[in-house]
């Protein structure tokens, strides 16, 4: 632009000429996410959310894929929504406090396979934590362990039949 006239120039802005195509598809994005937060009051969009023919769900993961390259004012205009940077562990978090509040109904972590919890398929949550046992991290795990998860449902069902079966016997 530097090197452009200022009569050309001018002409060109009149025309709402795009300066910097990769800003101006971010800025698209952004008011996608814009009315979606607007009607729906948050900015969790699945994956697979189209917003208006626009793959919304796919602009916000290359968002959070490039973090480290976003400008502070994008950052900064993303949070201001809500944008959460890490849905794994607002994931992680929710079925954690869900499974509290089971335990807490119940008694117990033996939550069936199929159980759904406020929307969220807590019996699911609980099958991947016992799958994924050794990728949690220690502070997971202990918080978890400290609360009577139960690792090996199987297993646990294994022992306290032997168990019956020695006081039968």
Not at 92 to 99: A, E, I, Q, R, S
Not at 148 to 165: T, Y
């Amino acid at each position: 632009k530097d090197w452009m006239p200022i009569e050309r120039l001018n002409r060109l802005n009149q025309l709402s000429f795009i300066w910097n195509l990769f800003d101006e598809k971010w800025e698209i994005g952004f008011s996608h996410l814009m009315s979606f937060f607007k009607r729906e009051g948050h900015s969790n969009v699945t994956r697979e959310h189209i917003e208006n023919g626009f793959k919304l769900g796919q602009w916000i993961g290359q968002n959070r894929t490039k973090y480290e390259n976003l400008s502070e004012r994008r950052k900064q205009r993303l949070e201001e929504l809500g944008f959460n940077w890490d849905v794994h562990k607002e994931q992680w978090d929710k079925g954690y406090k869900l499974l509290l509040k089971f335990k807490e109904r119940q008694g117990h972590c033996k939550v069936p396979a199929s159980h759904i919890d406020d929307e969220f398929k807590l019996g699911q949550w609980v099958g991947t934590q016992r799958r994924e046992k050794s990728k949690l991290t220690i502070e997971r795990y202990r918080l978890l362990d400290a609360i009577g998860f139960i690792w090996d449902p199987l297993g646990e069902q294994w022992d306290k039949g032997v168990f019956h079966l020695i006081k039968f016997k």
